[in-house]
């Protein structure tokens, strides 16, 4: 993903997820930080409307181990990690022959379906249900940990808190001081095995 794409694009000094305008075909589409959808899910306000094409209204997220990398995403396939991270991760999942950290949102990046006959029997459904939540699962405290992530980062390259970092300065700050990828996987496994609350 090319920056000058999103060089509009913010990191909310809240929850640390980005926003902004981008230009696709003759859309003019607003990706929403996640303060916008704790609104929607607290009732307090209408879901943005969808963008066409996209399965959702994501057109870029920043890389959900080390905060670092500018990712594509808006498909239900999109991968949430850079291809170093990825592999980490993909390298634990496979040691452990589980799915441990979720690369993406779909059941079957993780490696869980169910197949025409499986459908037809009980303890496979069950099986699929509780791999699906602990997914689930996964995913909040992956979420929780992203958020973290680019907090830490920002915060020791000199960003004030609580106020929005432009992508671009963002970047252009990793640049001259980069993120620590292997580090950042050690301490995302640490918090998955303790994931005491972190504060962003
Ligand atoms: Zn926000
Ligand atoms: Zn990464």
Redesign the pocket.
């Known amino acids: 993903m090319r920056l000058d794409t999103c060089s509009s694009f913010k990191i909310c000094g809240v929850c640390h997820t980005l926003h902004g305008t981008w230009r696709y075909q003759h859309h003019q589409l607003d990706q929403h930080c996640q303060c916008i959808y704790r609104r929607v899910r607290a009732g307090l306000q209408c879901a943005p409307a969808p963008w066409p094409v996209y399965d959702f209204n994501e057109v870029v997220t920043l890389?959900r181990?080390?905060g670092?990398?500018l990712l594509e995403s808006g498909s239900r396939w999109s991968v949430w990690?850079?291809p170093?991270?990825k592999a980490r991760v993909v390298g634990l999942n496979q040691r452990y022959q589980r799915c441990l950290i979720p690369i993406g949102r779909h059941s079957m990046m993780n490696g869980f379906r169910l197949s025409g006959s499986e459908c037809r029997n009980p303890s496979a459904v069950e099986q699929f249900v509780l791999n699906v939540r602990a997914m689930q699962d996964s995913t909040g405290l992956l979420v929780d940990w992203a958020a973290a992530i680019v907090s830490e980062t920002a915060r020791a390259r000199g960003f004030p808190d609580g106020m929005d970092v432009t992508l671009l300065d963002y970047a252009h700050a990793l640049e001259q001081h980069p993120v620590d990828?292997v580090s950042?996987f050690e301490r995302l496994c640490a918090y998955f095995q303790n994931p005491v609350t972190i504060h962003t």
């Open positions: 890389c181990c080390c670092a990398q990690f850079c170093e991270c990828k950042a």
